[in-house]
């Protein structure tokens, strides 16, 4: 048993070099308690059109499905917070983790690094690297790790650095000593559930995805619906007033990885910019970014929805 505490705190130095802010271990197996939580949050329809969360339900609750012989989930965070801001405070607001470069490749790079890492030093471990691009519930892993809690706005919070964060995964078949989950401490604060601009927090702990901004500025491509109409808050692209409000985010610091800094060009872009803004310029400005995803003409019809 010795032996796996030690590779435990070889992955966890190693994942510390590489910049990731902190690493958790959870045994894999099949998340029970998220179960009944997941198929009531799809029958209720509070996906909206974001289909692709139906595809692979039984994969979605057992990595060991994902990655056959699966033994541990190893779960990490990096930090994304930026005490930048887009300098026009009445210009089209982006949200922070997409002000540098696309976070997929950032960290999927890093997560391959540490994997060659472990088999460099370990041997030869079978194992597969996950960030947001498959059906992994990444929160639910990450509380179990011990990285944090899932807070009232859904989000996971971590007492010392908040909730800034991409969560990612190495599932493996490396046996690993499990860490403890820590306690939830958003107390009686309900900061995210009063601030939320369209009601998407229905309670705590609880999150009609169809209602969030970010929902109806990223995964919708059909017209934003009239309901979001005078709530959108400023948002072009995603939404963080529930990190910016949450009490815990004081502790959140200016993340080190260079590639998620954002440009000088983004942050000096005012209301008029945005608003005449060329399909040439948005090439440029978001040539490697995660604002991609929704595509220029996505965009402008945030920005033009935003002026109605």
């Given amino acids: 048993m010795l032996r796996s505490h030690e590779y435990a705190q070889f992955i966890k130095r190693e994942a510390k070099a590489l910049g990731f802010l ?3 271990i959870a045994k894999a197996g099949f998340l029970e308690e998220e179960a009944p939580k997941l198929e009531e949050w799809l029958r209720q329809g509070r996906h909206g059109q974001m289909k692709y969360m139906e595809n692979h339900f039984d994969k979605r ?3 060991t499905l994902l990655v056959p012989g699966a033994k541990s989930v190893i779960t990490l965070l990096f930090n994304y917070y930026s005490e930048e801001k887009q300098q026009d405070a009445s210009a ?8 540098g470069e696309d976070y997929h490749h950032v960290i999927k790079q890093k997560l391959r690094q540490l994997l060659e890492r472990l088999r460099d030093n370990i041997g030869a471990i079978e194992g597969r690297v996950f960030v947001d691009s498959a059906p992994v519930m990444d929160k639910a892993w990450a509380q179990k790790a011990g990285l944090g809690w899932v807070g009232k706005n859904t989000n996971l919070i971590a007492k010392s650095t908040g909730s800034f964060f991409f969560i990612a995964e190495i599932i493996s078949d490396l046996d690993l000593p499990a860490d403890l989950p820590v306690a939830d401490h958003c107390g009686s604060c309900t900061a995210c559930i009063d601030a939320c601009p369209t009601d998407a927090l229905t309670a705590p702990y609880e999150i009609d995805g169809s209602k969030c901004i970010s929902y109806a500025t990223i ?5 934003i619906p009239t309901h979001f109409q005078g709530k959108m808050d400023g948002w ?3 939404c963080d007033v529930c990190q910016d409000v949450c009490p815990w985010n004081r502790f959140a610091r200016p993340s080190e990885e260079p590639a998620f800094r954002p440009s000088a060009e983004l942050l000096e872009m005012n209301q008029r910019d945005w608003e005449e803004l060329t399909e040439e310029t948005f ?3 978001f040539k490697k970014s995660a604002v991609k995803r929704t595509k220029f003409q996505g965009l402008q019809r945030n920005i033009r929805f935003l002026n109605r």
């Avoid at 995964?219 to 017209?223: M, T």
């Fill in 283 to 285: 090439r440029r400005v």
């Fill in 22 to 24: 902190s690493c958790g």
């Fill in 92 to 99: 089209p607001k982006i949200s922070q983790y997409a002000y």
């Fill in 236 to 238: 072009m692209f995603g």
């Fill in 61 to 63: 609750l057992n990595p």
């Fill in 219 to 223: 995964e919708l491509k059909e017209a």
